[in-house]
């Protein structure tokens, strides 16, 4: 009998440790899909407040969720520091069209696209060996 309840309890074990590390990977890829919701929104007109919050939420979590490797971390607080460069020129570059002043926001948000870009491609290879588990 005490064997029987032995193998119940490894086996009850081996079952939580399968759902934390399910539970991290559900985290861990939704720090991703909000850094890809967040990016693609930033592509439209305008990002709206719920996922700008949730990238924000993602961002904050990534230090936790990712502790062995504070680099992404450091990656999401700088895609989300940049990103203003982008919203800033959306939401003033009307006021001061026809002036150099919009010719140089516009270069700058469209530089700081192609580089949001890349960084999402480097932002996979760093989560990869969280998620290729």
């Given at each position: 009998m005490a064997a029987f309840l032995a193998y119940?309890?490894?086996?009850q074990m081996a079952?939580?440790?399968r759902k934390l590390n399910l539970d991290l990977?559900?985290?861990?890829?939704s720090v991703y899909t909000d850094t890809l919701r967040f990016y693609q929104e930033l592509v439209d007109e305008k990002v709206?407040?719920?996922?700008?919050?949730?990238?924000?939420a993602s961002k904050?979590?990534?230090?936790?969720?990712?502790s062995e490797d504070s680099s992404i971390f450091e990656l999401l607080d700088l895609m989300h520091s940049e990103s203003f460069k982008i919203t800033g020129f959306k939401q003033h570059g009307k006021e001061i069209s026809g002036t150099p002043e919009?010719?140089?926001?516009f270069k700058i948000s469209q530089e700081t696209f192609f580089w949001f870009g890349k960084?999402?491609?480097?932002?996979?290879?760093?989560?990869?060996?969280?998620?290729?588990?």
């Open positions: 119940i309890a490894y086996q079952i939580n440790k990977y559900n985290k861990r890829f709206s407040q719920e996922t700008h919050r949730s990238f924000i904050e979590a990534s230090r936790f969720l990712f919009f010719v140089e926001g960084q999402l491609t480097e932002l996979k290879n760093k989560m990869s060996p969280y998620l290729n588990q």
